[in-house]
């Protein structure tokens, strides 16, 4: 079946620890975005990319960067985790923009 | 950014009640999008809507979309335990979505 795969599901890092995650597709999506959520909130998007085209939000915080070497794969590093950076992590994937799929997440604890 | 509010933020009622969650904007949005989330999970695409007063039906589910496309609904009949979960719309705009802040639905049984 045609999916978003997220690895690890569970992150556990040190507080100033470099941590990356990583996402892949099989839906051969040309849009793939990372948003960060936190509990009980709706998914806050953090940037995407059209193609290789990388577009930031304007409030992401320097601390937080991406990689999409190619199609199928995006990954997020957190140069520098904070405690509040602790949050779910989710990878979506989109051909138009509007429905958007979206991976299992990553759970990333901070200690 | 533009913003879509939804309410309640809470719902809890009783196995084979009725529900109805509301979303709203100030905004018109090219299309809708209504997602269902589960706890340690990512977001469920349910339903698009595109045309003012739309309406879709997904087995108990019916979504209806405004004449002004401004805003949306979502109504479960005969809610189920399984139909517990977040329930998020989100407005498309230029490749992004804005998401409401959600409503998470509590079915006992």
């Known amino acids: 079946d045609a999916m978003v795969i997220q690895n690890p599901r569970y992150q556990v890092t040190q507080f100033g620890k470099p941590v990356t995650l990583s996402c892949s597709q099989t839906?051969?999506?040309?849009?793939m975005y990372w948003y960060q959520q936190k509990s009980s909130q709706a998914p806050k998007l953090l940037f995407h990319?059209?193609?290789?085209?990388?577009?930031n939000e304007a409030d992401t915080p320097d601390n937080f960067q991406s990689r999409r070497p190619n199609t199928s794969f995006c990954f997020l590093d957190i140069r520098s985790p904070g405690l509040g950076d602790a949050a779910m992590y989710l990878c979506?994937?989109?051909?138009?923009?509007?429905?958007?799929?979206f991976g299992p997440g990553t759970r990333l604890t901070v200690l | 950014t533009q913003l879509l509010e939804q309410s309640p933020q809470f719902l809890s009622i009783q196995e084979r009640e009725n529900l109805t969650v509301y979303c709203n904007s100030s905004?018109?949005?090219?299309?809708l999008q209504w997602y269902r989330q589960e706890p340690g999970e990512g977001p469920v695409l349910l339903v698009t809507?595109?045309?003012?007063?739309e309406v879709k039906k997904l087995k108990r589910l019916t979504f209806q979309f405004g004449d002004a496309r401004k805003d949306s609904s979502l109504h479960i009949t005969a809610a189920q335990p399984g139909d517990t979960g977040l329930y998020l719309c989100?407005?498309?705009?230029?490749?992004?979505?804005?998401f409401g802040a959600g409503t998470t639905v509590t079915v006992r049984a």
């Open positions: 979506a994937t989109s051909v138009n923009g509007r429905e958007q799929f």
């Open positions: 839906l051969n999506h040309n849009v």
């Open positions: 990319y059209y193609d290789k085209d990388f577009n």
């Open positions: 905004s018109v949005f090219s299309s």
């Open positions: 809507v595109v045309t003012g007063g």
């Open positions: 989100a407005g498309a705009d230029d490749y992004k979505l804005s």
